[in-house]
């Protein structure tokens, strides 16, 4: 159907578009290996000799950014999994008349909560964690995390519990078994897809936030990975071999999961991005 | 929980209301948690955000008492000329995305829609970049822009003077809207590609087969097919130039002078830099009925969507 010197003109269009995305990666990595230096006199030089000397001191000075990172990021993926799981199995079952109301009133209200911009959520959320005396603390910092991204979580996976057949659960009930142990033996294992895609787009999301992270952890604490970029970022000389080295190591989660998991991830953004 | 569906199994104890009958029947438990956690971190604080707006917030009083002064935010925030001119530059923000998202979004499509191995890669890298956290593409281009950085030296190398991209007045917002239109491009090919499979195969042989060119089928035949798709991607597009924030913020801050303040970006500078945390408060509520605007339509989209 599509000629073939069409079928050329793509493939060179889709290698200009692809470089579009590429270089600028390239860039960053290029970049974090040179000396202050060699950035400096030569930004685009790709000929030179390598050091590793800017991520020695990177991860020197940063090893207590990236422990925190860690902390945060695991901390809101589990909590963050625990609640939504169960709720997008909730809001995918029309058990009644009076049940599929709650879930259109719910699910109204969670595509609400996603299209608030995030900086008109930190205004307010930076009084009510202050007279919740969790302003300061990493635990506001990861429950202010958990609300962010919890929306998202939950319409990510409904699709993937709507996918189970209603079948199975009568199957169960019929068989005996309690909500919780349907919920642990069926939905958990048929899930298993949804709940990847959750947990890598939901660690990636928390380990990159840096609005929240800035703003309600107290000046001279550690901040995590993606607050000290963004608060590097802000000093006027930059160094842009650490800038740009602190960037590799803000995305080595998502490179390993792509690594990983590519294929899947896409599959999995495909079905939940559109919601 | 399992003792409340055994109870509620057990033929019905009087006494219990209607409604809690009725709920034990339902998966309620397992939504507990969520309505909780979103109750007290996410629906509250939108409360807090409007009894904010109507009182004299600033940071000696964050914590403690807020005197309600009514209406008197709003009467000052609309008659700054700060505020009209952010909406002004977040439509242009919003326009420039919309366009780039249908015609890159629609060709790019287009093209990776094309099986193989070139357009797979392509597509993972974009795929990438968009799931890249944005303080990380946004660091990326406030060096690659930079006065002295690597696109100035490379232009540089071919004769041309170099560009203040990110220093000057009247570029800086549309070098961060050429960013943000750049981060935002992969999820709207992935989006519209989605759709393009999904048309079906006939309806594009019958075209070929009456002599139209691919272009032509694909302008006359299918891009009809995919209104319902692009409809909430235009939906979703204005959204996330209402929201965009977090570009601005890497790169430029709202600046030079005020230049690149958006609606997101002049409430959070407002509250935070300016610490009038109740302004802050009212240029948020301001700009979120923009939001909300577009909010029903898409709710409504969605919601057909949802019903087969």
């Known amino acids: 159907m599509i000629s073939r010197p069409l079928r050329t003109t793509f493939r060179v269009l889709a290698l200009v578009l692809g470089l579009a995305y590429l270089l600028p990666l390239l860039w960053i990595v290029l970049t974090s290996f040179k000396t202050k230096q060699q950035v400096l006199t030569e930004p685009n030089g790709i000929f030179f000799t390598p050091t590793l000397d800017?991520?020695?001191?990177?991860?020197?000075?940063?090893?207590?950014?990236?422990?925190?990172?860690?902390q945060i990021a695991i901390a809101v993926t589990l909590i963050t999994l625990l609640i939504a799981v169960p709720a997008a199995a909730a809001l995918a079952r029309r058990v009644s008349v009076g049940w599929n109301r709650v879930i259109t009133v719910f699910l109204a209200a969670l595509l609400v909560l996603q299209m608030v911009p995030q900086p008109m959520t930190v205004i307010p959320l930076y009084s009510v964690l202050a007279s919740w005396k969790l302003l300061g603390t990493l635990g506001g910092l990861i429950v202010a995390d958990i609300a962010l991204l919890l929306p998202f979580a939950i319409m990510l996976l409904r699709p993937f519990a709507l996918a189970i057949p209603s079948a199975l659960y009568e199957a169960a009930e019929l068989d005996g078994a309690g909500r919780w142990r349907t919920f642990r033996s069926l939905t958990v294992?048929?899930?298993?897809?949804?709940?990847?895609?959750?947990?890598?787009?939901?660690?990636?999301?928390a380990w990159g936030e840096f609005v929240y992270a800035i703003n309600f952890l107290p000046q001279g604490i550690v901040l995590p990975v993606s607050g000290l970029l963004a608060q590097q970022n802000s000093t006027y000389s930059a160094e842009w071999n650490s800038l740009m080295a602190l960037a590799v190591i803000t995305s080595l989660p998502l490179l390993l999961l792509f690594v990983v998991s590519q294929r899947r991830l896409i599959a999995g953004l495909s079905l939940g991005a559109v919601k | 929980m399992s003792s409340l569906v055994t109870e509620t199994d057990a033929g019905r104890p009087t006494?219990?209301?209607?409604?809690?009958?009725?709920?034990?029947r339902t998966p309620i438990w397992f939504l507990v948690p969520a309505i909780g956690l979103l109750a007290g971190f996410a629906v509250y604080p939108l409360i807090v955000l409007v009894r904010m707006s109507l009182s004299d917030v600033g940071p000696s009083n964050i914590v403690g008492e807020w005197s309600f002064i009514g209406l008197q935010n709003f009467v000052e925030v609309l008659s700054d000329d700060e505020i009209w001119l952010a909406l002004a530059r977040t439509i242009g923000v919003a326009l420039v995305l919309l366009a780039s998202n249908?015609?890159?979004?629609?060709?790019?499509?287009?093209?990776?829609?094309?099986?193989?191995?070139?357009?797979?890669?392509?597509?993972?890298?974009?795929?990438?970049?968009?799931?890249l956290p944005p303080i990380v593409s946004g660091s990326?281009?406030?060096?690659?822009?930079?006065d002295s950085g690597p696109i100035n030296s490379a232009l540089d190398a071919v004769g041309i003077a170099p560009v203040s991209w990110l220093s000057s007045p009247d570029l800086a917002l549309w070098s961060v809207t050429g960013i943000i239109a750049w981060a935002a491009l992969p999820f709207s090919v992935l989006v519209i590609r989605g759709a393009l499979m999904a048309v079906p195969v006939d309806l594009v042989?019958?075209?070929?087969?009456?002599?139209?060119?691919?272009w032509r089928t694909q302008f006359r035949i299918v891009l009809p097919q995919l209104r319902p798709t692009l409809g909430i991607l235009a939906i979703l597009?204005?959204?996330?130039?209402?929201?965009?924030?977090?570009?601005?913020?890497?790169t430029t801050k709202g600046g030079p002078g005020t230049t690149t303040n958006t609606l997101p970006v002049l409430a959070y500078n407002t509250a935070f830099s300016g610490f009038e945390m109740s302004t802050g408060a009212t240029i948020a509520l301001v700009s979120m009925l923009a939001v909300a605007i577009f909010a029903v339509p898409y709710i409504r989209a969605v919601r057909r969507e949802e019903q087969p």
């Open chain 2, 237 to 250: 597009t204005v959204l996330y130039a209402f929201k965009s924030f977090d570009f601005f913020y890497v």
């Open chain 2, 205 to 214: 042989e019958a075209a070929a087969l009456d002599g139209a060119g691919y």
């Open chain 2, 140 to 146: 990326a281009f406030k060096f690659l822009l930079d």
């Open chain 1, 54 to 70: 800017t991520y020695a001191n990177v991860v020197g000075d940063g090893i207590g950014a990236i422990l925190t990172s860690l």
């Open chain 1, 189 to 205: 294992p048929l899930l298993s897809n949804g709940i990847l895609t959750v947990v890598c787009i939901v660690f990636i999301s």
């Open chain 2, 15 to 24: 006494g219990r209301s209607a409604l809690s009958r009725l709920l034990g």
């Open chain 2, 102 to 131: 249908f015609v890159f979004g629609f060709v790019g499509a287009s093209i990776l829609s094309v099986g193989g191995r070139v357009t797979e890669t392509v597509l993972a890298v974009m795929v990438f970049v968009w799931a």
